[in-house]
Structures are given as C-alpha cells and as structure tokens.
C-alpha cells in the first residue's frame, strides 16, 4: 500500500510527495534468494560438504569396513549420525544442491530482462557528458560533413573488429555505435546451464544409480552385490541384484617382486576375467586396475582383493617312489594335469600358510609363510587320493615323502594370487549428463573470461570549419586488449583530422590514449 507525505516548501508552499510502497516479506526472501551472495555462499557449503565426503571415508568405497573399525566407538556415532559415511546422499547435501539450483535459476530470471536489453535495444545516443566519462575517450576534428564522417567511422569501426554497427540521431548529433562479442554478456547464462545439468546429472545418480561391491574367484557364479550401510555407529550389509549373472573364469595379480607378498605395495596390476550371462547369452568381460568394464549402463571397476595367498598356477616335480628322473608338471588353478603314465594330478587347493585341518579363512597368509598345493592324484582305473606338495619350509615333513600314487610330490614354483578380486560395480545414469555439463562449462568459461564484449561509441557533431567526433567505449572484460585496440583505432581514424586543427586534435590523442 502507497503512502504520501506532505510537507511545506521554503516559499510556503504545501508540496505533496508520493512514497514507494515497503517491499513485501516475500519480495525481500525472492531478492535473498536470487542474490550472487547468498549463490556464493551456497557455493562454500557445498564445497565444504565435499572436502569432507574426500577426507571422510564413503560407505561404498572397498576397505570401508577396515576403516570403520578403526573408527572409536564416538567417532563412529557422531560420523553416523551426521551422515558423513554417505555424505553425497544426505539431506542436506541434497538441500545444498536443490537451493542452489534455485538460486541460479531466480538469479538468471532476475537479471536476463537486463541483458537482453544489450542485444534488444542497444544504446546507442548517450550523453556526451557520460561519453567523455569512459575509460577510453578521445576528440577529434575531421574534414567533411557530417555524413562523410559518418560512413569514414562506420568503414574504421568495422576495419577494427566492431562489426556491428549502428547509427542514431539525436539533438542535431549524430551517434555511431560499434560493438563485438555481444554474445559474452550470455555467458553466465551458459555457465548457469552447465552448472544445472551436473547437478541434474547427480541427481539421477543419487535416485536411480546402484553401487556396490562383488567378490569374485575362479569358477564361482553370482548375481549379486553389496553394499555396506552406516546406521549411526552400525554398519551393515546391503543385497542388491543384478539383471545378469557374473561368473570367473580367472584372476591375475602381476607383482614387482615375485617372492614378495601379495600387498598393494608390492603389486603392479590386478586383473581379473568373467563372463556375463543374461537374455542376450554369454558376453566375455575383462577388468584391470585401470581399465573398467562397461555392460548394459553397468561399470565394473578393479576395487580390491581378499588377502589369502592362493596360487594361479603351480609347478611340481612328481618324483617316481621306484626310482626314476623326476617328473615336472604345471596346472592351472582348479585343473589338472597327466603323466607318462596315465597317471592323473588335479590341482585341488591351496593355502598360504599350510597347517593340517581346516584353514583359517579370516587369516592375511597373503606373505607366504607356508605355501602348500593339496592334490587329487588316481591311477588308471584306481581312485582318488588325497597328497600334498610343499615348499621348502616344509619338505622335510612325513606327510611331504609319503607316495602317493606311486609319486611323491614338490613344489618347485607357484604364480602367486589371491583368492577372491573384489569388483566395485556401479550404475550411473547420470554421468553422460555429468560429462556434458563439465564440457559445457569448461568451454563457457573459457569463452567468457578470454573473450569480451566491447563498444565504441562516436558523436558527431557539425562545427564551424569542421565536423566535431567525439569518442569513448568501454569493454565488460579484457580491458587491456580493448585498450590497445582503441587506441589503434583513434590513431586510424586521425588521418582524417582537420589541417587547422592537427596540434589541438594530436594534443587530445596523446592525452586520451597515452601516446
């Protein structure tokens, strides 16, 4: 609602002044909401929200439950509690980017009507007080008439680069306007979409996506993964599955040095292959530790291992207990191999850190400690027979010389693997409108801050003896180069200065561009 003042002039006149309505709670919050300070600290929260999501360790990242554990009991509690474990799934992580997205949008309503006006209705008379104003200004006096000056201007400003020209009169002057780059003042609306198409991309992700974890051995068939959840200072498993089934067929783990263990220190490369199958049949896939595999909007990634030593492949020297040379065979993990004669050795397992009984399987035997192969070894038409190859640690033991078969068996060689590869799996659908919002921004700043959108303006006027010009521009950015160029384009356009006039209109040169 309006309101009016009234109040008495010094010449005791009564004097009625109309007073603008107060903004509205409403108008206010919608100014608050599209301000570039409250965008800006949006902004800082957000990033704030991410340098702990990279210092916290995220609940769907392989080794998480290792460093759960190493959490206290407090830690634990207050991350949980806080959602830092699944910091890019919280609600107000969600609310950041939701606002924030809102901010943009508002802002670039707010401001479009201003800068649409640039390319719309260009200003092109302008006092010439405001004219002189300018950063870059300069006065000449050319030969010719008011026309003749105009199209010399119009032919200089094009020869410059100001392309798009355009002419008014006003008050007996008349103005020449020459601009480039107009397209820079949309920048920021670019940048504004590039902005809103990453956060739209994440945000199919966070509704739509799946990850988790799939441990993986030779032989073993599955369609399922998992994912660990944080209940404030609980973590438990999710099952989640697949529309196809992952089967190994084989694991790899390339080592700098063969005799050491199986750590990540000591490893140049894990590798692990598999097959999917599903409607469509059996597709062969293959992981490395940096080259994933992409099936059906699925991404499978070489995440980690389970470190209990296993072999890939062993070598053993089968020596005859009637004497005889020493026989050697190599088999693959979970094959077998045959000898002269017909004698059959399946490679049934191996364990890292051999003790009779039942193995450990929580035990790291990923150093070695007692490397031994359990076989099958069976005759021609005889049966089965468990036996045992052993290293050097342990070959000196009874079960070690006991034949078995007719042989008795050494380990010579193994290639060293653990036994599972654990495959982190994600779905993302949204990482294609991820990539051409980061695309689109990139190449939008780029485009905004080396580029500029500059104006040139001239009045003409009619004197006595000669035509007045009157010039000044200004650049939103770059004012360097548009400096240099105006300066250029002042010293082109004063060959056509007056004879009577050159020392005054040299003086106004050197002093408005710095010659």
């Known amino acids: ?18 007073l603008k309505p107060a903004d509205s709670f409403v108008s206010k919050f919608l100014r608050f909401l599209c301000s570039v300070r409250f965008g800006v600290t949006l902004l800082v929260l957000l990033g704030i929200a991410c340098f702990i999501g990279m210092v916290v360790m995220q609940q769907n990242v392989a080794g ?81 008439n008011v026309e003749e000056t105009r199209i010399q201007v119009t032919e200089a400003m ?33 940048v504004h979409v590039g902005l809103l198409t990453i ?10 996506g799946t990850t988790g974890q799939m441990p993986l051995a030779p032989g073993q068939s599955t369609d399922l993964i ?16 697949l529309p196809f ?31 999917i199958k599903d409607e469509t049949g059996t597709h062969d896939a293959f992981v490395q530790m940096n080259k994933p595999f992409d099936y059906r909007g699925y991404r499978f990634f070489q995440a980690s291992f389970v470190p209990v030593g296993r072999a890939r492949s062993i070598t053993l ?26 004698t059959v050795v399946v490679f049934s397992e191996f364990r890292g850190n051999f003790r009779m009984g039942n193995e450990d399987p929580n035990e790291d035997t990923s150093e070695y400690p007692n490397p031994a192969a359990v076989l099958q070894v069976s005759r021609p038409g005889g049966p089965r027979e468990a036996a045992y190859a052993f290293g050097a640690g342990l070959s000196n033991i009874p079960v070690a010389s006991k034949p078995i078969g007719g042989y008795t068996f050494q380990l010579a060689d193994f290639e060293k693997v653990s036994d599972q590869h654990v495959l982190a799996v994600q779905r993302d659908p949204g990482a294609a409108v991820v990539y051409v919002g980061f695309l689109l921004l990139v190449v939008t700043l780029i485009a905004v801050f080396f580029f500029s959108h500059q104006r040139v303006w001239a009045a003409i006027t009619e004197g006595p003896d000669s035509t007045q010009v009157l010039f000044g521009g200004n650049a939103n950015r770059n004012s360097s180069s548009f400096e240099e160029k105006f300066d250029k384009f002042v010293v082109a356009i004063s060959r056509f200065k007056a004879p009577e006039g050159e020392r005054n209109a040299n003086e106004r040169i050197e002093k408005t561009t710095g010659e």
């Open 199 to 208: 956060f739209f991309g994440a945000f199919l992700t966070a509704q739509t």
């Open 64 to 144: 998480f439950d290792r460093y759960f554990a190493e959490l206290t009991p407090s830690q634990r509690l207050v991350y949980g509690k806080l959602g830092l474990f699944n910091i890019y799934h919280a609600w107000y992580f969600n609310a950041l980017i939701a606002v924030l997205s809102l901010n943009i949008i508002l802002a670039s309503i707010d401001r479009f009507p201003k800068t649409w006006k640039f390319f719309s209705r260009p200003t092109i008379t302008v006092p010439l007080r405001w004219l002189r104003e300018q950063n870059k200004t300069a006065e000449l006096q050319i030969t010719g």
């Open 158 to 190: 094009k020869k410059a680069g100001w392309r798009k020209v355009k002419t008014a009169e006003k008050n007996g002057t008349t103005f020449v306007l020459g601009q480039r780059g107009l397209w820079n003042r949309f920048g920021a609306y670019a």
């Open 317 to 342: 020297n089968a020596v005859p207990a009637a004497g005889g040379e020493a026989q050697q065979i190599v088999i693959p993990r979970g094959g077998s191999a045959e000898l002269p004669d017909g």
């Open 226 to 241: 998992f994912e660990t959840v944080v209940d404030l200072d609980k973590a438990s498993q999710l099952t989640k599955q």
């Open 245 to 275: 089934t992952i089967e190994g067929v084989d694991i790899q783990q390339r080592l700098i040095k063969k005799e050491g263990s199986l750590s990540a220190m000591n490893t140049i490369d894990w590798m692990t292959r598999f097959t």
């Open 1 to 18: 609602m309006s309101t009016a003042e009234h109040f008495v002039t010094k010449t005791g006149t009564e004097k009625t002044v109309s």
